[in-house]
Each structure stands twice: as C-alpha cells, then as structure tokens.
C-alpha cells in the first residue's frame, strides 16, 4: 500500500477515534504503522534539519517543551511529540496529525520525547543528529530493570546520534569515560556549578553522607548554571557569563531550562541568534503538571509531578513549603510503578515544620505511614483522590496550594480541578 | 529515665552499594521504633573497607544492581566469619534480596558462573530468565500475613539448615516451584519482600528489636506505639494488582 494511502487511513481513524472521544492518540498510531513499518522512519528522514532525541529519567516532557520552544524564536518549523506518548506510536500518530493528506510535514525539524527503551529502537532507525541527555535515576526499577541497564539503552541511543551528544555532566554514569568514550558524534556538556551542586544530589549519593565535588571532564562546549537568585539565574558558556530572568521556578526546571539552551546551541551553531534565544529562554514555561499554576478561588494551586526518589528529592528541594497548603497524592497504577519503595527513599524532612494537610491516591496510607515515620504530621487521608482533593480544598481554603502527585493522580486531579478552574486542555 | 539510655546499636551493611530498592525504609522503621520502645538507637554505616564495629546489636542489608554486588563481594567475605560469629550467638539480622543471595550458600550467575555466599543461610539461587515481580502476601506462622513486593530473577531454594520465613499466598516468593519465602536460621531473616518490608510489617520489626534488647539487657518491655496506620495501609496494599 503507498504512503498517501496510509496516511489517509490513519487520518479517518484518528477522526473516529476522537468522536469517540478518546484522545486519538495510540490507535491511528497503531493502525498507520501496521500499514507502513517505515511510516515513522520516511517522514522523519525528509526533515532538512533532521531528528532531535531528548531522554532520561526525569525532565523530558518539560525539557522537550522548552527546546520546541527555543527553536521556534529561531524562526524554524518544529514538529514534537506533545502528548507526552513518547513511543513510535505516539509519534506516528502526532506526525499524521501534523501532515496534510499527501504525507508532507510542515517542519523544519522534528524534537522527540522518548524514553529509554522506546528511544533506542526509534535511535536505531532514525540515526538522530543531536541527543540531550538529562539524567539516569532510579524509576520505576519494576519496568526497567537496573538503572545500570537504563544507562546501557541511552549509550546505544548516543551511539546511533550523528552530529552531537548533550549530557548532563553532574550525572556520573553519563559523563564517565565508558559512557562518552566511544561516541562519533561530538560530546558537549551542561551542569551546575560546584557551588549549586549541593541542590543537585544524585542517586548515588543517597545514602552516603558526603556529597563528592563533581568536576567537568569536558572543559569546552559547556552550558553551566553558575548561580540562581530567585527566579533570575546566571549562565556561563563559550567563555561568557549571561543573566537570564526565568518564569520558570523550581531548581530542577532551571536545569532543564539549561539543558534545553544547550542543545540548542549546539543545533543552530554559528547561526545562532542568541539575542532571541535568550529572550525564549527567559519565557519558557514547565509543562503540564510539572510546577504547573493552575489558579484556584484566586489563589495558585501548584501541581508537581512525582514519579521516583530523585524526582521527589528535587520537588521538595525545588519549592518552599512556607506558607503553602501541601497535599501529596499516591497512586500504584502500572504508569506510577507498583513498587512502594521508592517513597522511602525520600527525606521529607522540609515538610516537618509546617505539615501536610491531605494525602490521598490507593496508596495513600503508605504514604501517611511514610510521613509518620518522618515525624511530618498530618491532617487527613482519603485514598479516594475526588474526596481527597475536596478535603484539601477546603482545609486548605485561603491559602497558596501544593500538590506533589504521581502520574495517574495527576492526570485526575487535573481533570478535577478542571470543573472548577481553568486547566488547559492537553492536546 | 534510665530506659532511654539503653543504647541498641544497628549496622546498616553497605548503603552506598546496596540500596537500590528502598530498602532503607528498613533501617529508619528499626531507629524509630527502637526510640520509641525506649531504646537510644545508634545507626553504623559499614561501607567496603571501613573497619567492622565491635559493639552492634541488629544487622541489616538490603538489595542492590549487579554492579553494586560486584563492589562489596570481596569485602563480604572478608567480614564474613565476624557475621557468622554474630549470627551463631543469636543477634537478629535482616537481610533482603541481594544480601539475602549472599549470605547463602551460593548464586549461580546465567551463564553457570559461581558466586560464593558467605554461608550464613543454608540456601542456593539460580540465576533465570524470567524476572519475578510484583506485590506479595506469604502467610508465617511467626508473624502472620506478611506483605511485600518481590523484583529479582534468581530463584532460591532452601537446604535441610535454613527454614522458609513463610509460605506464599499471593505472588512466586523464593522460585516459582515451592511456595516458600525467605529463609531463616537462628535470629537470621532473610527475605525478598521489598515495600519497605517493616513499614507494613512490624511485627518483624518489633520481633527484631526484641531480640536484640533481650540478648544485649536481659530483658524487653514494648513501648505504646500508635500503629493505627498500619492495618489501613495493609488492606489497602493487599486490594492492589499483583
């Protein structure tokens, strides 16, 4: 069968599947790849400035965001996979979205959210011309295996890049000599300063008292967070020192933020506009649920995705507790891992001074026996995460709201605060 | 008080190599009940290469990557005749998943490869295939119903000197052939049940700490711990997928 004839198959499923009000995102996907293997493959190749990978355990979805972002104020066409599906099939299915009935995709150049098993296969068929690297953490070890393994699949996706390779230097399995030693593509680096380390422990330094000083093993082409002061951050690269207020909060968005300008330097080389860049930089925002504002009876109501120890880590890190309302929300569905354990390797000590008002999803009573071994007091558990959140809503009325949450709560507190808020559709 | 005092001193085993899963959840349910029973809890980190301590009361371990067992093998046997010694006179120790394997017999890699235990559990593993995961309930005639989460592919069986911890009700447990879970010998548990284990099973937790207050002063007496979490957190892990 020809290409236009899938294409348009998967278009009229897609339509279907939205009238049936699903969000037509995996089926047409499904159906346009049974139809064409090389579906994915052939309408990435076209692409004048080729394939762009951004993986990792934690940041992709707003890194991704940022880097669409950040491409666009120099002036090119991005094609992303926004919908957060960041498998083959998600993306088949956002480029029939994007392409009109002949197959031809208005982009310029395509930046993918994979993860780490879904980013070697696409690697290995695509050879994309830059990877950014955010970080290995510990997640969801009951889908993956050994975070050893994990980095073994994002070596195999640096392996397949052409032109360059962005890690995280502060990451230690990715900057070790194993890991960049054999790459062709050129290693370029982004990080935090010695100073700001401190903010950024890693898993490997989780249960060992002293955090090691981390130096760069790469002395040109890196993007360094030198320093933060409030939501104004100072970034050195390429022998310059540049302030950049952000509207990003929260530690771990600033280092996407840099790690996203990075890449993007890297992309555009001499051609770089970087007075327009930075100006993107200083708007770009989080995406959905990652320290997404979603305003409640006047007042923020902050939802903070939680997915893993270093995540959760980073989370409570990243945001203030003073003055805030805390609901933290746990659930095991198999997209939030069913393993509990990983909340035990969280410090919530931040959270001693002023408590936690509500704490909900089925696991939520793991979660309050997690607090109470913590000394954190709180207020209330209901795993019904509709109950829960009216329980926090009002015992928290008047008051700046926080929600740390795992995936699928997430998703459903979004839903919920969408009757009385105004959430933003995720398309 | 004089009571609070009464110092019981924990060796946590390799946490910078060992810990991947949680596990951790362990040492601070023993250091915040020990408190609370009236006890001065003392935690010792016992990394490769540090010296062994003289004094410790409770040891546990937990589980780690391939990598991480590599790190401490060498040193594992080095301190190994000093463990057996502790576990011959009786101090309670809990070792989960990696350090479970290693304190067999031994653990048979996939490709035939033999690695010495350090013989304190009279158990063998074998590497498989097939990785066994998901949420457990092992039914004990000590403790009850105990839960937990199982992630590991070697499969252990038991030998005539170690007796299994429990039987599995729901979940695989030590192998996919005989229904038992964890082993034991003298005050030694081992066990493969992840979640943290004691959060939701403190009984185990308590049982430890009893042995070692009994062996090191003569005598235990409980404290009042407000444990009304605990059977809500149970059922409701219980009513959970596999």
Redesign the interface.
């Known amino acids: 069968m020809t290409k236009i004839h899938s294409v348009l198959v998967g278009k009229a499923v897609r339509h279907v599947a939205r009238l049936r009000g699903g969000s037509g995102s995996a089926l047409p996907g499904l159906v346009v790849e049974k139809l064409d293997k090389s579906f994915v493959t052939k309408a990435l190749a076209k692409l004048p400035h080729g394939t762009v990978i951004i993986s990792g355990t934690n940041g992709k979805t707003t890194t991704t965001k940022m880097v669409v972002e950040l491409l666009e104020s120099q002036g090119l066409r991005v094609f992303t996979n926004k919908t957060g599906s960041n498998f083959s099939r998600g993306v088949a299915a956002a480029l029939l979205s994007e392409m009109n009935a002949r197959g031809k995709l208005k982009a310029d150049i395509a930046v993918l959210e994979m993860d780490e098993a879904h980013a070697v296969h696409l690697a290995e068929k695509v050879k994309p011309r830059y990877t950014l690297l955010l970080n290995v953490m510990?997640d969801q070890?009951?889908r993956f295996?050994?975070?050893?393994h994990t980095a073994k699949l994002l070596h195999r996706v640096a392996t397949a890049t052409t032109n360059g390779v962005i890690v995280n230097r502060d990451d230690s399995r990715l900057l070790s000599e194993k890991f960049i030693g054999d790459l062709t593509a050129d290693v370029s680096s982004f990080g935090v300063s010695n100073r700001l380390l401190q903010q950024f422990p890693s898993d490997?330094d989780?249960?060992?008292?002293s955090i090691k000083k981390r130096e760069s093993l790469l002395n040109n082409n890196d993007t360094c967070l030198e320093s933060i002061d409030g939501n104004s951050i100072k970034l050195t690269y390429d022998g310059k020192t540049k302030k950049v207020d952000l509207k990003v909060n929260g530690l771990y968005n600033m280092l996407n933020a840099v790690g996203a300008f990075a890449l993007c330097r890297e992309i555009m080389g001499e051609k770089i506009n970087e007075a327009k860049m930075l100006d993107a930089l200083s708007k770009v925002t989080p995406a959905f649920g990652r320290g997404e504002d979603i305003v409640v009876d006047g007042l923020p109501c902050q939802l903070i995705l939680v997915k893993n120890?270093g995540g959760f880590r980073l989370g409570l890190q990243s945001f203030d507790p003073k003055g805030y309302a805390v609901m933290i929300a746990i659930n095991?569905n198999y997209a939030d891992g069913?393993?509990?354990?990983?909340?035990?390797?969280v410090e919530f000590d931040t959270l001693q001074p002023s408590g936690v008002s509500e704490i909900s999803g089925?696991?939520?009573?793991?979660m309050?026996?997690?607090l109470?071994?913590?000394d954190v007091s709180f207020l209330h558990?209901d795993?019904d995460l509709k109950r829960g959140l009216k329980n926090f809503l009002q015992s928290a009325e008047g008051k700046p709201k926080r929600i740390y949450c795992t995936y699928t709560a997430m998703m459903a507190l979004r839903r919920e605060l969408g009757k009385i808020a105004d959430v933003k559709e995720v398309k | 008080m004089s009571d609070t005092k009464k110092t019981l001193t924990i060796l946590h085993l390799y946490?910078?190599d060992m810990?991947?899963?949680?596990?951790?959840?362990n040492i601070?349910?023993l250091k915040?009940r020990a408190k609370w029973h009236g006890y001065k809890p003392e935690i010792i980190?016992y990394?490769p290469g540090d010296n062994f301590p003289k004094n410790v009361d409770i040891v546990v371990g937990g589980g780690g990557?391939?990598?991480g067992q590599d790190k401490i093998q060498a040193d594992l046997h080095k301190i190994g005749p000093t463990l057996q010694k502790l576990a011959n006179s009786d101090t309670p120790m809990l070792v989960i998943c990696g350090l479970y394997q290693l304190f067999g017999q031994f653990f048979q890699t996939q490709d035939k490869h033999i690695i010495k235990g350090i013989g304190i559990l009279d158990i063998e593993t074998i590497a498989k295939s097939e990785?066994l995961?998901?949420?457990v309930t092992i039914r004990s005639k000590q403790f009850g119903d105990v839960i937990g989460?199982e992630?590991h592919s070697g499969q252990t069986f038991l030998n005539e000197g170690a007796k299994p911890l429990g039987t599995v009700i729901r979940g695989t447990g030590n192998n996919s052939k005989d229904m038992t879970e964890g082993a034991c010998t003298n005050n030694v548990i081992g066990s493969y049940l992840?979640?943290?284990l004691l959060?939701?099973n403190p009984k185990i937790a308590d049982w430890l700490i009893e042995q070692a207050a009994t062996k090191k002063y003569g005598s235990f007496k409980p404290g009042n711990i407000?444990d009304s979490?605990?059977p809500?957190?149970r059922?409701?892990?219980m009513k959970?997928?596999r």
Do not use: F
């Not at chain 1, 989780?206 to 008292?209: A, C, G, K």
């Open positions: 510990r070890l009951d295996g050994e975070i050893d490997d989780m249960r060992s008292l120890p095991d069913r393993d509990m354990s990983w909340l035990w390797d089925s696991r939520g009573y793991d309050a026996l997690r109470q071994y913590n558990v795993t | 946490p910078r810990n991947i899963y949680g596990d951790y959840g601070l349910v915040q980190e990394n990557q391939d990598s990785r995961i998901g949420n989460y992630n992840h979640g943290s959060p939701k407000d979490l605990v809500l957190a059922e409701h892990a959970r997928p």
